[in-house]
């Protein structure tokens, strides 16, 4: 007979199945046909990935996100990561002088996680130019966007968790602002066989975009506009399997495989590996399909454990084609509580 608590995984997993695989009637949560919508998505800075190792590994990152980026990629792998307490930094250096930082902080229970996370895309300084001035008027602007979010994730079993994340955007355009609530959704599942999971994720759904205020008045002999036009989000469902083999006793690699399905693009079929050395070298790359600039990305990391914390710095650099390499750092922190004996106390001040 079929437990409770399996009967709850299956309807979980049911759920995600039917979510990704159906357009919703409010907003189409994931549109069937992204390739026919090439382009019709707003809000791009929410697609840029969030920490090295997620990018080395060919962003194949929805069943591995059991560290200080998890709700970033699956608010679920909040409840796996390896101490109570965990923060995360990123930052790249983008294409075209573009700056991207992000910050994540989490803690959890034996039952439940928090995490707050935030991101900000600073375009710098842009000439302003008009079909008159096209070299430039000599003045500039700023396109800059930012998020904060908030998730809640939940431990069903020692093996199932769900999670969910809440999160602010706003795009400042020179005068004209974007603001828009957007919601993640994930689970991860781990299935029993050495340490092989299976990782689902929604993320980025919610209303259409659009930007407030009026439209700018136009030169003689265009027709004016009354609103400006909207733009759906940029919804993007994630479902992936991640192993660890032990090679030998100081050797191990992780295999990871997402498939990826962009409501404004073509699916996508994601894979990495890491290669890891005494668990303080690691060597990652990673591949992702159907796309026409770039693909490849590698990287390694550094970690360090010691009694009081747990530290990783990773690097990334992943290739954008006529665009060229983007490179990518971040830093892994989680603070480890060792637990005192039962009688500690009594022994202190003791001789």
Same mark, same amino acid.
């Given at each position: 007979?079929?437990?409770?608590?399996?009967?709850?995984?299956?309807?979980?997993?049911?759920?995600?199945?039917?979510?990704?695989?159906?357009?919703?009637?409010?907003?189409?949560?994931?549109?069937?046909?992204?390739?026919?919508?090439?382009?019709?998505?707003?809000?791009?800075?929410?697609?840029?990935?969030?920490?090295?190792?997620?990018?080395?590994?060919?962003?194949?990152?929805?069943?591995?996100?059991?560290?200080?980026?998890?709700?970033?990629?699956?608010?679920?792998?909040?409840?796996?990561?390896?101490?109570?307490?965990?923060?995360?930094?990123?930052?790249?250096?983008?294409?075209?002088?573009?700056?991207?930082?992000?910050?994540?902080?989490?803690?959890?229970?034996?039952? !439940? *996680?928090? @995490?707050? /996370?935030?991101?900000?895309? +600073?375009?710098? &300084?842009? $000439?302003? =130019?008009?079909?008159?001035?096209?070299?430039?008027?000599?003045?500039?602007?700023?396109?800059?966007?930012?998020?904060?979010?908030?998730?809640?994730?939940?431990?069903?079993?020692?093996?199932?968790?769900?999670?969910?994340?809440?999160?602010?955007?706003?795009?400042?355009?020179?005068?004209?602002?974007?603001?828009?609530?957007?919601?993640?959704?994930?689970?991860?599942?781990?299935?029993?066989?050495?340490?092989?999971?299976?990782?689902?994720?929604?993320?980025?759904?919610?209303?259409?975009?659009?930007?407030?205020?009026?439209?700018?008045?136009?030169?003689?002999?265009?027709?004016?506009?009354?609103?400006?036009?909207?733009?759906?989000?940029?919804?993007?469902?994630? !479902? *992936?399997? @991640?192993? /660890?083999?032990?090679?030998? +006793?100081?050797? &191990?690699? $992780?295999? =990871?495989?997402?498939?990826?399905?962009?409501?404004?693009?073509?699916?996508?079929?994601?894979?990495?590996?890491?290669?890891?050395?005494?668990?303080?070298?690691?060597?990652?790359?990673?591949?992702?399909?159907?796309?026409?600039?770039?693909?490849?990305?590698?990287?390694?990391?550094?970690?360090?454990?010691?009694?009081?914390?747990?530290?990783?710095?990773?690097?990334?650099?992943?290739?954008?084609?006529?665009?060229?390499?983007?490179?990518?750092?971040?830093?892994?922190?989680?603070?480890?509580?060792?637990?005192?004996?039962?009688?500690?106390?009594?022994?202190?001040?003791?001789?």
């Amino acid at each position: 007979m079929v437990g409770g608590s399996t009967r709850r995984i299956l309807g979980a997993l049911v759920l995600a199945a039917v979510l990704g695989a159906t357009p919703a009637a409010a907003g189409d949560l994931i549109r069937l046909f992204g390739e026919e919508n090439a382009g019709t998505a707003g809000a791009q800075f929410l697609r840029v990935p969030a920490g090295a190792r997620a990018v080395a590994l060919g962003k194949a990152y929805v069943a591995v996100a059991t560290d200080g980026v998890a709700p970033m990629w699956n608010p679920a792998g909040i409840m796996r990561t390896p101490g109570r307490k965990n923060f995360f930094a990123g930052h790249t250096e983008y294409t075209a002088g573009i700056d991207l930082h992000h910050l994540a902080f989490h803690v959890r229970g034996q039952n !439940f *996680g928090y @995490a707050i /996370t935030a991101g900000i895309l +600073r375009s710098g &300084d842009i $000439l302003r =130019t008009t079909e008159l001035h096209q070299q430039g008027t000599g003045q500039f602007f700023h396109a800059n966007q930012f998020f904060v979010g908030a998730s809640l994730a939940r431990a069903m079993t020692d093996r199932f968790s769900l999670g969910g994340t809440v999160k602010f955007y706003q795009e400042n355009l020179d005068e004209y602002r974007i603001n828009a609530l957007l919601a993640d959704l994930g689970i991860l599942y781990y299935v029993g066989l050495g340490d092989l999971r299976i990782g689902f994720a929604v993320r980025n759904f919610g209303g259409d975009l659009k930007p407030g205020g009026s439209p700018p008045a136009l030169a003689d002999g265009y027709q004016p506009t009354g609103e400006f036009q909207s733009f759906p989000a940029p919804t993007v469902g994630t !479902f *992936g399997t @991640a192993r /660890t083999w032990q090679l030998t +006793r100081r050797l &191990d690699l $992780l295999t =990871t495989a997402d498939f990826n399905h962009p409501s404004d693009n073509n699916e996508s079929f994601r894979m990495g590996t890491e290669l890891g050395l005494n668990r303080m070298l690691f060597l990652r790359g990673g591949y992702e399909t159907s796309r026409d600039e770039g693909g490849l990305a590698a990287g390694f990391g550094l970690q360090l454990k010691r009694k009081q914390f747990l530290l990783r710095i990773d690097y990334a650099y992943s290739d954008m084609g006529t665009f060229g390499v983007v490179h990518h750092v971040s830093v892994d922190l989680s603070p480890l509580v060792r637990r005192k004996a039962p009688d500690a106390w009594r022994r202190k001040g003791r001789p």
